[in-house]
């Protein structure tokens, strides 16, 4: 899956917890980005990063933060989970023109 | 803002039948467009693109698309389908943001059911 990592693959946690997941890339490219997979909802943008330390809000950004320290990194934060977060979390990343975009194997994630 | 639906939820053909999973986007500027096939529990993979050239797009696994842009469409198809093409398919177009940091936008999909 074009050098992407997701960590962790299965989260169950409880309501009001602080959740981080983790997208690591070994294919050095600049955009990497942060999708939530609903079923009736498709594929829909939290947040995305077109460098180290820079970052933008997608469609669905509120409850969510992001940071990228490094250009292979790119962590997803719940501050306080709620049962709407319940979802699969998919990270991708594309070259600087987005002519393809390659994506993780996803993150199940159950807040409970 | 850019937009794509999908107006199927699900399509249903019998193996060896041709296939078509349809696709409407609405983009300012000149659209990229992309369709990507998702297996069960595992990630998106890409089927194929249109950013240029012949309307008629070939990509993997036998897949093609055609792109229409007076109808501002982009159906994806297959002359032959096997039950192993059983899977949900999206559609995605790139948005041309003024920022100059695109984006993908994706449809809702469409699953696709393939009967021996």
């Known amino acids: 899956d074009a050098g992407i990592t997701q960590s962790p693959r299965h989260k169950v946690t409880e309501t009001g917890t602080p959740v981080t997941l983790r997208c690591h890339q070994t294919?050095?490219?600049?955009?990497m980005y942060w999708y939530r997979q609903d079923p009736g909802h498709g594929l829909r943008l939290i947040h995305y990063s077109y460098g180290v330390k820079d970052t933008d809000k997608g469609e669905v950004s509120d409850g969510y933060s992001v940071s990228r320290s490094k250009t292979e990194d790119f962590l997803l934060t719940l501050e306080s989970a709620t049962s709407s977060q319940t979802s699969v979390y998919f990270c991708a990343i594309s070259d600087k023109d987005l002519t393809e975009a390659f994506f993780g194997q996803g993150t199940r994630l159950t807040v409970v | 803002a850019q937009s794509v639906a999908q107006p199927e939820d699900q399509v249903n053909v019998a193996e060896g039948n041709p296939l078509t999973v349809k696709c409407t986007y609405s983009?300012?500027?000149?659209?990229?467009l992309f369709w990507y096939v998702q297996y069960p529990n595992r990630g998106l993979q890409f089927l194929l693109k249109?950013?240029?050239?012949?309307?008629l797009v070939k990509g993997s696994y036998g897949f093609e698309a055609e792109f229409n842009k007076s109808q501002t469409s982009f159906h994806l198809k297959k002359p032959s389908a096997l039950v192993s093409d059983s899977a949900l398919y999206f559609c995605?177009?790139?948005?041309?943001?003024?920022?100059?940091?695109?984006?993908?936008?994706f449809g809702k999909g469409t699953m696709l059911l393939v009967s021996p």
């Open positions: 983009v300012s500027g000149n659209p990229y």
């Open positions: 249109y950013i240029t050239g012949d309307n």
């Open positions: 995605a177009v790139r948005d041309n943001a003024d920022s100059g940091y695109s984006t993908l936008t």
């Open positions: 294919e050095n490219h600049r955009y």
